[in-house]
């Protein structure tokens, strides 16, 4: 694979680092802030859920800038988002500013959901770009281990160990920005966007052995469609519900839910503080893992049979993890959970940016990207805020169990709706599989 496809795509998939550790380290500082700030159900859910509801507007517009400003530039800026955020929040003295700089921080959330994967599919080979998008999602879960991991190893360090918690998050969050600056624009963004085949043919002689045919291919597959032509038309119907099913289903498990309140949920399990943040971190390497086996596997078996995997785990793992609080036993529930992140790291979580990212034609994939991730941290933010609640009024049991139903919804979408994209070019994926 070329040296230079993966500097850029490793460099712009840190951006999923910063995803990661943003959205996973308020897991080890969500019961100290209601104590600290007094803060009842409502509104612990509404600071807890404040980042996906940025996200929700990063996502919607985070498009916008990506094809009116170039990807580069816009994924700099998602990078000092993280910066300020992360520091501003750490230093938040009272709920309202800490709510404030977690907004900012889920702005570049959902802009990064979007940009970099765009970013990354544009840039990589046909037969390599499933390993590369997921690169992407590989950061994520980097973040979310490493978030865990300093949650434990900050935690003890005094009544502002919380602050350190959320601060550490600035020091990737530079070096990202840092990096971007070494990256170069996209072509496909300099061709359609800028008309440059001078400055595109430049990046692709760095990375393609045919750049004359792929600006051939490229600009032949935009004079197919009307330079004013949008996303929301009968002509989009089937990647815009594609989309749509694939990030309702992700959230629909509950995935946010377990990665945002872990601690609590191993605490109702009966262990104890440290221990719950200990586990915790090992939800953080199995995502690791099986997220590495989906990396391995995805361009070799593809993406249904990664979805297949993961449909049947995450119905297993839910429905045994509903039972156990149900029956009150709680000793294989840290088991049940891992088990319930590996199937989730090998099926949705490699698979969801990848396949969104591909399934838009050139003309509009900033646009069905921001789609597909506008639904995903809706779903987020709304299960997010509401967990807690409904927790205290149903109990896990039958949330669980809810989750579960979801999963054999997905396990249909998988088997009748959802197309193989695996070795098939962009252009191929547009003319044969989407668009007829």
Known sequence: MNKHVVFWSITVGLGGMLFGMDMTV??????TIKELWQLDDWTHGFAMATALYGTVIGAAFGGVPADKFGRKKTLFWIGLSFLISSLGAAMATDVNSFMIFRFLGGLGIGASSVVAPIYIS????????????ISFQLNIVLGILIAYVSNYLISGLGENDWRWMLGIVGLPSLLFS????????????????????????????????????????????????????RIFTSKYFKPLLLAFLFSFFNQLSGINAVLY????????????KSSALLQSAGIGVANLIFTLLGWYLIDRVGRKVLM????????????LIAYSFYADSFELVPMYIFAFIAAHAIGQGSVIWVFISEIFPNSVRASGMAWGSLTHWILAALITNFFPIFTSI?????????FALMMLGQLAYVKFLMPETKGATLEDIESNIILH
Request: aromatic content about 8%; charged content about 20%; glycine content about 6%.
């Open 26 to 31: 308020i897991s080890g500082v969500e019961k």
């Open 122 to 133: 544009e840039i990589a080979p046909a037969k390599h770009r499933g390993k590369l998008v």
């Open 178 to 229: 840092i990096l971007i600056l070494f990256t170069p624009e996209s072509p496909t963004f300099l061709l359609l966007h800028r008309n440059d085949q001078v400055g595109a043919k430049k990046v692709l002689n760095l990375v393609d052995p045919d750049p004359d045919g792929t600006i051939k291919r490229i600009l032949a597959s935009q004079s197919k469609v009307s330079t004013t032509e």
């Open 261 to 272: 309140y872990a601690p609590r949920i191993f605490e109702k399990a009966h262990l104890d």
């Open 308 to 319: 297949y995997i993961g449909s049947i785990g995450y119905i297993v793992s839910l429905s």
């Open 394 to 402: 149903l109990g896990e049991s039958y949330i669980f169990s809810f």
